[in-house]
Nanobody, 113 residues
Framework: QVQLVESGGGLVQPGGSLRLSCAAS????????MVWHRQAPGKQREWVAT???????NYADSVKGRFTISRDNAKKTVYLQMNSLKPEDTAVYYC???????WGQGTQVTVSS
């Protein structure tokens, strides 16, 4: 069972940047594909980005060109660099393995002036 702890969220103005981190426990982190999802108020959780064990990446159209997912296997951490943030990016962001494991607490991102 992999446990995941997200961090790095906060309040940022439109056009700003944030970097989210997700620290994982367990010895097989490098073998997992990792994903970021988000859930905005009143909406269903949606997929944002994936990074495979081989570091191939894929993004939702809504964030393509603005967000970058990366991983550091030595630190058992996956990151989400978010640039050119928009108010519609406001959500709780969650990381997970792929296939999905238990969800963590998430980290709140609020984009507002």
């Amino acid at each position: 069972q992999v446990q995941l702890v997200e961090s790095g969220g906060g309040l940022v103005q439109p056009g700003g940047s944030l970097r989210l981190s997700c620290a994982a426990s367990g010895s097989r982190f490098s073998a997992y594909a990792m994903v970021w999802h988000r859930q905005a108020p009143g909406k269903q959780r949606e997929w944002v980005a994936t990074i495979t064990a081989g570091a191939n990446t894929n993004y939702a159209d809504s964030v393509k060109g603005r967000f970058t997912i990366s991983r550091d296997n030595a630190k058992k951490t996956v990151y989400l660099q978010m640039n050119s943030l928009k108010p519609e990016d406001t959500a709780v962001y969650y990381c997970n393995t792929d296939p999905l494991n238990s969800w963590g607490q998430g980290t709140q991102v609020t984009v507002s002036s």
